[in-house]
Nanobody
């Protein structure tokens, strides 16, 4: 059973830092297009940062220069280093990745981890 498990959320003051981790498991195939999305109350889920199916990265304009996505492909793990956090970064953060089920690529989601930034 394919799973994505996030960790590293929490409560931090504005200007602080947090590091999120997401580990993929349950598949003999490597994960691709691993990335992070977030959803604040009353808002739609939005892209934060992601690797493409190649090796390039995409960032939301709102986090450029503050957040850094990285990965350990051998461990099917992706990280999100979040610096200079702002109250508007408060949201549930979800890991997402694609995996091959033998027929096609399927997108999977983690359960989410809460990030709360106090002012």
């Amino acid at each position: 059973q394919v799973q994505l498990v996030e960790s590293g959320g929490g409560l931090v003051q504005a200007g602080g830092s947090l590091r999120l981790s997401c580990a993929g498991s349950g598949s003999k195939f490597r994960f691709r297009a691993m990335g992070w999305y977030r959803q604040a109350p009353g808002k739609q889920r939005e892209l934060v940062a992601t690797f493409t199916s190649g090796s390039s990265t995409n960032y939301a304009d709102s986090v450029k220069g503050r957040f850094t996505i990285s990965r350990d492909a051998a461990k099917n793990t992706v990280y999100l280093q979040m610096d200079s956090l702002k109250p508007e970064d408060t949201a549930s953060y979800y890991c997402s990745a694609e995996n091959f089920n033998g027929y096609t690529w399927v997108r999977y989601w983690g359960q989410g981890t809460q990030v709360t930034v106090s002012s």
